[in-house]
C-alpha cells in the first residue's frame, strides 16, 4: 500500500514537473509575440507622429510663405485698392 502510494507521487510529480516546464514555454513564447506586437505597434505610432509632425512644420512653413507673398503684394498695390 505504501509503495503503491509512493510510485503514485512519483508519477503525479513527473507529470506535475512535465506541465510546469510546458506552461513555461509556453508563456515565454506567447511573452516574445506580446513584445514583438507590443513593439511593432510602437514602430508604427512613431511614425505617424513623425509624419504628423513633418506635416505640421511644412504646412506652418508653406502658410507663412504664403502669408509673406501676400504681404509683399499688399503693400505692392496702391492705397486706393486696398480695404
Partial sequence: MLE???NWLLEAS???????????FWLG????RLDTT???SSQK???VYEVVLTSSDSLN???KVIESKLDDIDKK???SARK
Avoid at 14 to 24: K, Y
Avoid at 29 to 32: D, E, G, H, I, R
Fill in 45 to 47: 505610432t512613431d511614425k
Fill in 4 to 6: 503503491t502510494k509512493i
Fill in 14 to 24: 513527473g507529470i506535475t514537473i512535465a506541465v510546469v516546464v510546458s506552461l513555461a
Fill in 61 to 63: 512653413t508653406r502658410t
Fill in 38 to 40: 507590443i513593439t511593432q
Fill in 29 to 32: 513564447s506567447t511573452l516574445a
Fill in 77 to 79: 498695390l496702391p492705397s
